[in-house]
């Protein structure tokens, strides 16, 4: 069955809060996001600033224990401008440099949904206008968190939240460990483009046209999301310091490549010592994200 949700109401944390749509396993939604400042897509600011978030949406079958996946559908702007900060956060430049970083305000960005770009239409300095390809993707989505927390939408953990991925675009599927009867989605903070790690704070922030299908694999535990598209699987760890979202990354990719590709344990620490590849998720908020990729012509059927 396919959804149509418009959503009244917004949640900056990801929480067991009360359901806005139950839904079966394999339906589809098709809603709305607000931006993370909370502007719809005629500008209006309907709800506080903070990565709003859509839902939750409740999936029948799900239950602690299981995997939800939610396959990324379609994922639009839903309006012709954005807005971005514009200078790096002090956390990835060296403390000495810190005093040299300028003040800035808030870049404009004008956005085409037509031809697929986004444009800084008022130059803030001698870069000059400065156009670049759309991304869309969603920064900050997933499921209610393990033992019954509530958590906000500024970081990230095993449930997902705020991981500003440039992967979760449409066409990828990811997959939650669910940790509530019916797992809790929620989805917002869309990104009509992003730099890797989101080092100033803000992609390009936008409203949303989202769709998404969210499946329930029974019986199915994983301990971190996990994402998958065209060309590779991937694992996603959200943590501080960075090197441990690398260690949970790294760690559930080795479970799934075991579990999953009926690898030993010594060849899939083979496979990956060669084949991995790192991508940079979040950098800016408490929680950084590390996803490790594996590239599908590497593995067997699973």
């Not at 440099?97 to 130059?123: N, R, Y």
Request: one cysteine or more; a negative charge; proline letters at 7%.
């Amino acid at each position: 069955m396919h959804h149509h949700f418009i959503p009244t109401h917004y949640f900056r944390s990801l929480g067991p809060f009360a359901p806005v749509l139950r839904v079966r396993s394999g339906d589809s939604i098709s809603t709305t996001t607000v931006d993370a400042s909370g502007s719809d897509l005629n500008g209006v600011n309907v709800t506080p600033r903070g990565n709003p978030q859509t839902g939750p949406f409740y999936v029948e079958e799900a239950e602690p224990g299981d995997t939800l996946v939610v396959k990324l559908d379609r994922i639009q702007p839903n309006r012709r401008s954005g807005w971005a900060r514009s200078v790096v956060a002090p956390n990835v430049v060296d403390p000495s440099f810190v005093k040299q970083l300028p003040d800035a305000p808030l870049a404009e960005w004008s956005v085409d949904i037509d031809c697929g770009t986004a444009t800084l239409e008022s130059p803030l300095s001698n870069l000059g206008r400065l156009t670049i390809p759309l991304e869309p993707m969603l920064g900050c989505f997933g499921v209610a968190p393990l033992r019954q927390q509530a958590i906000s939408t500024a970081t990230s953990g095993e449930h997902g939240g705020n991981m500003d991925y440039r992967g979760f675009v449409t066409g990828t599927t990811v997959f939650f460990p669910v940790f509530e009867p019916g797992g809790l989605f929620f989805l917002g903070d869309g990104h009509a483009a992003q730099g890797d790690g989101e080092i100033v704070g803000t992609g390009i922030e936008i409203s949303m046209d989202v769709t998404v299908t969210l499946r329930v694999l029974k019986g199915k535990t994983i301990q971190w999301p996990r994402g998958e598209n065209a060309d590779s699987i991937f694992t996603v760890g959200n943590a501080r310091p960075l090197d441990q979202c690398l260690q949970h990354a790294t760690t559930e990719m080795l479970r799934w490549l075991e579990q999953d590709y009926e690898l030993e344990s010594l060849g899939a620490n083979l496979l990956l010592s060669q084949c991995v590849r790192y991508d940079l998720g979040n950098m800016f908020d408490p929680a950084y994200t590390m996803v490790c990729k594996l590239p599908k012509r590497f593995l067997k059927s699973g």
